[in-house]
């Protein structure tokens, strides 16, 4: 993720600061002036530029536009999110940033089809205190650049079934899950997306405890990740994998389809506005 100095890696984070350090420089900017022409709080960015905080993608892509970078910092964003989750957790990331097939089952909205409003929301719940709001924000703009995998080029062929839960769970903000709800709509559209809801009719399941993830890569390789009671499992081991891709047929093969999908959010949506003009 970053270079070695003095026989230890950096992180990807600091790698993001000296370069945005760098480029102010060279365009002869100082951080008031910086803060000035952008208007972003001169604070903020100073701690961009000393790596202590990580900004939103959309930030990096604001100051590439100002230096004529290219994508260059969004570039060593995308290295630097990194940086905000567990050691295994980042394996899986970089498996993920490079698979071509994803198959994916979540009892909850998954983050790569979360809105910002709504990620907030679930990474300000119990393991949040009152003073963990930048480790929230953090949260979210690292959850949100998962999001440009579904963008890049070539774009990996989706498949995300979700549990009927997912859908009756709604936000405490009536505007998030309205919100949410319309941008599940329009992912289940998506030509690089598969969106299948799992009903509660289909009853009890395997996988009622956790989610399950399977990656392809473009060499066909493949890898399986679990969550669930807390715990996280990377899965390499090839009969592992493919158990665990006989599984997620099952579960395939119990969800509506896609086109039965859609129309269940559209009716869920429907009843959130109903619920909403008539409470």
Partial sequence: MGEVVDGKRESGRAVLGRTLKFLREQAGKSL?????????????????????????VTVMED??????????LVRHWQAARFDAFKDQYKEFMELEATARVMWKFSLGVPGLLQTEDFAREVL?????????????EEQVAARLGRQYLLQQKPRPDVRIILD?????????????????????EAAAMWPNMT?????????????????????????GSAVAYKEGNGCSRLIEDPDEVLRNRLSYDRLRDLALSPSDSLKFIRAVLKEHKHHEAHP
Avoid: C, I
């Fill in 63 to 72: 100051l590439d536009g100002y230096y004529g970078a290219g994508d260059l």
């Fill in 195 to 219: 969106l299948q809801v799992l009903p509660f009719s289909a009853g009890a399941h395997h996988h009622m405890t956790g989610s399950l993830t399977v990656l392809w890569q473009q060499d």
């Fill in 124 to 136: 300000s719940g119990a393991q949040a205190t009152a003073d963990s709001g930048e480790w929230v």
């Fill in 164 to 184: 009927e839960a997912a859908l009756r769970r709604p936000a405490a903000s009536s505007q998030t899950w309205n919100d949410q709800l319309l941008h599940l």
């Fill in 32 to 56: 008031g002036q910086l803060a000035e022409e952008t208007g972003y709080d001169k604070s903020y960015l100073s701690r961009l530029e000393s790596g202590e905080r990580l900004s939103k």
